[in-house]
Nanobody
């Protein structure tokens, strides 16, 4: 079993930056694909970014060039660096993991509890 805990959310002005962290425990996520999703109240959860241990990455069009996913295997942690934040980025952000190297927008087995990101205009 893998447990995921997100942190780093908060309130930021438009144009600002935040770095979200997803700390894993239970086992190493070195060989796992880890992704970030976000959800606005009343809407479906949406894929944001994902990355595998091999370096493959995938980003939603809405965040390309602004968000970067990265991992620190020594800390068993995956990060989402968010720059140039916009009010429409406001959401609860979740990290998720799957036990293979396929970077996809669906079919993740492990989920964190989420962290709130609010971007003011």
């Amino acid at each position: 079993q893998v447990q995921l805990v997100e942190s780093g959310g908060g309130l930021v002005q438009a144009g600002g930056s935040l770095r979200l962290s997803c700390a894993a425990s239970g086992r190493s996520i070195f060989s796992y694909t880890v992704a970030w999703f976000r959800q606005v109240a009343g809407q479906e959860r949406a894929f944001v970014a994902g990355g595998s241990w091999s370096g493959s990455t995938l980003y939603a069009d809405s965040v390309k060039g602004r968000f970067t996913i990265a991992r620190d295997n020594g800390k068993n942690t995956v990060y989402l660096q968010m720059n140039g934040l916009k009010p429409e980025d406001t959401a609860v952000y979740y990290c998720a993991a799957r036990a293979d190297m396929v970077v996809t927008t669906t079919r993740y087995n492990y989920w964190g509890q989420g962290t709130q990101v609010t971007v003011s205009s």
